[in-house]
């Protein structure tokens, strides 16, 4: 039965959110652990749908998955034999392409489901395809399948025409169990790419410069288990960061690396929030109406993507005009009309969004089209006056941990509703 977020907006909240493991590293590592033969035990895996599509995907493989705690599971892919990954849900994820570079790695092949994921344009995988490639893999798409074989994996220079996250780690993934040294050139540097680099050689991976525009993966015969904890996740951190400067709100956000949020902290201090970074702590506290910014997004260290809707959500609530260029993706505004629906003034033309900040949003009733944007729309909620019902709910469960909860636990009214069938469709079933 599909469901929605009642939000009764206006509350200012007070106290501490615990942030979970990075979405974007773990939706890596669990495919990247079929690579390792014996026991990868894996911490801080964040409690999202995305991985517990994950790991019933890997179950079907045969590979063994062990629950030791909420956020701790065991995976050993000792005994898995190369098989076709072609499982319906994998058409639904985009990080299902990882398993392409991890089968491919380990057995020299692999037969995987053409990804899918959040709309946002056309989201080709080209570079994926070049990379493997000149590894001396052979690659064909047939009936929406991925058929990678390679007689003879070999390290090369790889020089990515587009910087990209999912194409750098996968890439990567395939040249562990190479043969030489691969060389990736133009790399992504997010700090997941860091965390699947680190995950990989704690297994006993030879990956260095990760994190730089340089990779260099020197190739080793087997990977063995071990133990690894995933970072936290500097998108859902940031997030609550921006919900924070949004709804005038005090709130401690622990489990965090702040050098990894200094982005995002930087833009909420020109917006006029205070923002104090401690350990592995920031705490936020929204100061009245936020001024106006410019915000372009870029890769890492760029500001992300993954927060444009979110700071667009606060830039809504402006004194003055703020313009967001998104430099990532050709569309990734479709939740402006969403936001207009609650007193927004927002222009979209093309990559470009002019935000004339209004004094308050009212409560309407509204529908994630994305992940991100599900997110702003609750923000979006909480900030304005009266209520708000959120529609497409599903997809912020892919990707944020229990946020209904951790919400409510800081003083949030939010309620979670089944949607309820119209009488005529109910009659007619
Ligand atoms: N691109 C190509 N060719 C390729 C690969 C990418 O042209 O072969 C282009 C894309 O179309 C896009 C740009 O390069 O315009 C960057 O795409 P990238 O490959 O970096 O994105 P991704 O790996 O598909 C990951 C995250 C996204 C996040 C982006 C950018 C995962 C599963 N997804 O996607 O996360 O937006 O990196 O940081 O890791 C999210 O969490 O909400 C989300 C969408």
Redesign the pocket.
């Known amino acids: 039965m599909p469901y929605k977020y009642t939000i009764n907006g206006g509350a200012r909240l007070k106290g501490a959110i615990n942030v979970g493991g990075c979405?974007?590293a773990a939706?890596?590592i669990l495919p990247a652990a079929t690579m390792v033969r014996g026991v990868c035990r894996i911490e801080n895996v964040p409690r999202i749908s995305d991985i517990y599509a994950w790991l019933d995907i890997l179950t079907r493989m045969g590979v063994s998955v062990r629950s030791i705690n909420e956020t701790t599971v065991e995976i050993d892919s000792t005994s898995l034999r190369s098989i076709p990954a072609t499982f319906d849900v994998m058409r639904e994820?985009?990080?299902s392409y990882y398993l392409i570079g991890a089968l491919l790695s380990r057995f020299g092949e692999a037969q995987v489901s053409m990804p899918g994921?959040?709309d946002?344009?056309?989201?080709?995988?080209?570079?994926?395809?070049?990379g493997f490639r000149s590894l001396g893999s052979d690659i064909e798409v047939r009936n929406g399948i991925i058929h990678a074989k390679a007689e003879h994996l070999a390290g090369n220079h790889v020089y990515m025409?587009?910087?990209?996250?999912?194409?750098?780690?996968n890439v990567m993934l395939a040249a562990t169990l190479a043969d030489g040294m691969t060389v990736i050139e133009n790399a992504?540097k997010?700090p997941?790419i860091v965390d699947v680099a680190n995950f990989l050689n704690t297994m006993g991976a030879d990956i260095k410069g990760a994190g730089t525009d340089m990779i260099k993966i020197n190739g080793v015969r087997e990977l063995h288990g071990g133990t690894y904890s995933i970072i936290p996740d500097q998108?859902e951190a940031g997030t609550y960061m921006v919900l924070a400067a949004a709804t005038e709100s005090d709130l401690l956000i622990n489990n965090v690396i702040p050098k990894h949020l200094e982005c995002i902290t930087a833009k909420l201090r020109e917006i006029g929030a205070d923002v104090e970074e401690l350990d592995e702590a920031v705490r936020v506290r929204g100061n009245g109406r936020p001024g106006k910014a410019m915000i372009k997004t870029m890769?890492?260290p760029g500001f992300?993507?993954?927060m444009q809707p979110q700071i667009a959500t606060l830039l809504a609530l402006a004194d003055g005009t703020s313009v967001v260029t998104e430099g990532?993706?050709?569309n990734r505004f479709r939740y402006v009309d969403e936001l207009r629906r609650m007193g927004a003034h927002i222009q979209v033309d093309g990559k470009v969004a002019v935000i004339e900040g209004v004094a308050g949003l009212t409560g309407a009733a509204v529908r994630a089209c994305?992940?991100?944007a599900g997110a702003a729309l609750v923000i979006a909620g909480l900030a304005a006056a009266g209520r708000t019902e959120i529609e497409g709910v599903s997809h912020i469960e892919r990707?944020y941990e229990m946020m209904i909860e951790k919400l409510c636990a800081v003083g949030a009214d939010i309620s979670v509703r089944e949607i309820e069938t119209p009488s005529v469709i109910r009659e007619a079933l």
């Open positions: 979405k974007n939706v890596a994820m985009r990080a994921g959040c946002f344009g056309v989201r080709p995988i080209d570079q994926h395809i070049k025409d587009v910087v990209s996250v999912g194409a750098t780690i992504a997010e997941h998108i890769p890492h992300p993507t993954d990532v993706y050709d994305d992940l991100r990707g």
